[in-house]
């Protein structure tokens, strides 16, 4: 396999400083690890967060399954992330038209653009999606991820579709830092590539889910943070569970820097 940049050489190049602070963040933690903490009270999540903590770059959320969501939950979450240095991900997958989803990020009960590092948009109803995200989160120096492939079983986001969001990501660099994707789609080396549908055992979930193992995502797919779910807040000890996948997509990472 090809040589590859290390994660610090990789933040040097990037321009966003989201993008900056995950490299910096991935490189000192010594994890390419995202828990995705898709549990439904915000003690579940505050829970999870501050054991996973150390462990992770990057809490990936999907506040709209919250019970009890409120101001003080975020105000908890980013404390948590500030004493154990991750980043937050809010996995709401923008899919709208550009005046649309500004109203999504910006107002509401969530208001996520005043909280969340990083989002992600599908790329399905054209640029104006990032237009219209754009104007709610370049002035708070938010970064947004396209989603350009899925892990599930049947999705659509394949072959032109797929090119087609790499071309929006090339033409909105300002904003875009990387991608979700099940493969490496840009020889940029300031792209973040994402891979969830990770797990050390189980193929999938009977709903369509399909898992490829941490060395499989990063090794054989390229992926430069990988994102688990259920294989770490499933666990009867996340916090050990979250270590072995730290362990496990690290050494992947390092044998690609050096092979
Ligand atoms: N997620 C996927 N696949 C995708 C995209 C997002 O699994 O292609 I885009 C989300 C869904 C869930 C998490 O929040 O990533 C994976 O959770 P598990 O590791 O529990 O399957």
């Known amino acids: ?9 990789r933040g040097d ?31 579940q999540i505050l829970k999870l967060a501050d054991e996973v903590g150390p462990h992770i770059c990057m809490l990936k959320t999907h506040v709209d399954i919250i019970s009890d969501f409120s ?23 923008f899919a709208d038209i550009g005046s649309t989803v500004q109203h999504q990020y910006r107002d509401g009960l969530f208001q996520i653009a005043d909280w969340a ?9 054209g640029a104006g999606v990032l237009e219209g995200l ?26 032109e579709y797929t090119k087609a969001t790499v071309k929006m990501a090339e033409e909105h660099q300002d904003f875009v830092v990387g991608f979700i994707s099940q493969s490496q789609l840009s020889d940029n080396p300031a792209f973040i590539h994402m891979t969830p549908g990770v797990q050390l055992s ?3 979930d009977g709903l369509g889910q399909q898992y490829v193992s941490p060395w499989d995502a990063v090794v054989t797919r390229r992926a430069d943070v990988i ?13 050990t569970a979250a270590q072995s996948y730290q362990t496990a997509a690290f050494q992947a990472y390092q044998h690609r820097l050096t092979n």
């Open 1 to 9: 396999s090809r040589k590859i940049l290390s994660y610090r050489e």
């Open 13 to 43: 190049l990037c321009q966003h400083p989201v993008a900056k602070q995950l490299f910096g963040i991935m490189e000192s933690k010594k994890s390419n690890l995202a828990v995705s903490a898709d549990l439904c009270t915000t003690a």
């Open 71 to 93: 101001a003080e939950f975020v105000q908890s979450l980013t404390e948590l992330a500030n004493r154990h240095e991750f980043l937050i991900f809010e996995d709401r997958k």
């Open 117 to 125: 590092h990083l989002i992600n948009a599908h790329s399905l109803p």
């Open 134 to 159: 754009k104007q709610v989160g370049l002035g708070k120096q938010r970064a947004c991820l396209l989603i350009a492939e899925m892990s599930s079983q049947g999705n659509l986001a394949t072959g």
């Open 202 to 204: 189980g193929l999938g």
């Open 227 to 239: 994102i688990v779910g259920r294989g770490v807040y499933k666990d009867p000890d996340p916090a």
